[in-house]
């Protein structure tokens, strides 16, 4: 599902407000730090994660990673904090302004 600017500016205001349920460390990405990302993008569909790792490089790259593996939206990244989006087509939460 390809988001439009609009679409990404509401989600962005949506998120402004919620507090990172994923963070990563030094261990950087594991299987369970997957299945955690996993099963918040289908229970909330907006998320935000901390990625405190290394330089901005190596954030940039497990971000990558993320929405590779998880087939979610990067809709921004501020500093050490990413905002994912992943509609549920079962039970869709958000209800997304027309494209």
Do not use: W
Request: with cysteine; glycine share 6%.
């Amino acid at each position: 599902m390809q988001l439009t600017e609009s679409q990404k500016k509401y989600l962005r205001g949506l998120a402004h407000q919620k507090k990172a349920v994923v963070m990563l460390g030094d261990k950087g990405l594991t299987d369970n730090v997957m299945k955690e990302i996993k099963t918040a993008l289908a229970f909330h569909e907006l998320i935000k994660i901390k990625v405190r790792v290394g330089d901005r490089n190596e954030r940039d790259n497990l971000l990558e990673q993320i929405t590779e593996a998880q087939e979610c939206q990067l809709i921004q990244r501020v500093g050490n904090t990413a905002t994912l989006f992943k509609r549920n087509t079962d039970k869709p939460k958000i209800q997304l302004p027309a494209a």
